[in-house]
């Protein structure tokens, strides 16, 4: 397999994992703040979706770091197919739950215009994060699911 940047134990695979991590923490810390998220679905979604999505990219960067300290390669076809079906499910629990908060939110302030009661700066904030943690997460996806294709 051929060593692509992004790809696990490669410096832009570590760069990657961190901005993903750093993404789902800051949307999970924004909708935990607020103490009416818990009585919206989507929103426990969203919050349960970043904490698997932390749990997940911050494994993997402690992975490509030990990887990038003894220079080991982990770019083997189990390895890799691992990293593929893990980001294929975070990616998927990721998007769905950005979507939904998205929607509900959408509703909540423009069609229900009660965003006086509620946290919507928040819920956007926290919402906007998911999908930009998603976005980081998408190149590593397909940069594994490439190579386990091809592989």
Not at 63 to 91: E, M, Q, S
Request: glycine share 6%; charged share 10%; proline share 3%.
């Amino acid at each position: 397999m051929k060593d692509l940047p992004g790809m696990p134990g490669t410096p832009g695979g570590l760069g990657l994992r961190l901005v993903q991590f750093v993404f789902a923490a800051v949307a999970l810390a924004v909708m935990a703040s607020t103490n009416d998220f818990p009585s919206v679905t989507s929103f426990c979604f969203l919050v349960a979706a970043a904490i698997l999505q932390c749990l997940w990219s911050f494994s993997l960067a402690i992975v490509d770091i030990y990887a990038l300290l003894v220079k080991r390669c982990l770019r083997n076809r189990r390895a890799v197919c691992l990293f593929a079906i893990g980001d294929g499910i975070t990616a998927a629990l990721t998007f769905s739950a950005a979507c939904a908060s998205s929607g509900i939110t959408v509703l909540i302030d423009n069609d229900l215009d009660l965003c006086s009661e509620n946290h919507c700066a928040s819920f956007e904030s926290a919402t906007a994060m998911a999908f930009l943690s998603w976005f980081a997460l998408s190149p590593s996806f397909l940069l594994n699911f490439w190579s386990m294709a091809s592989g």
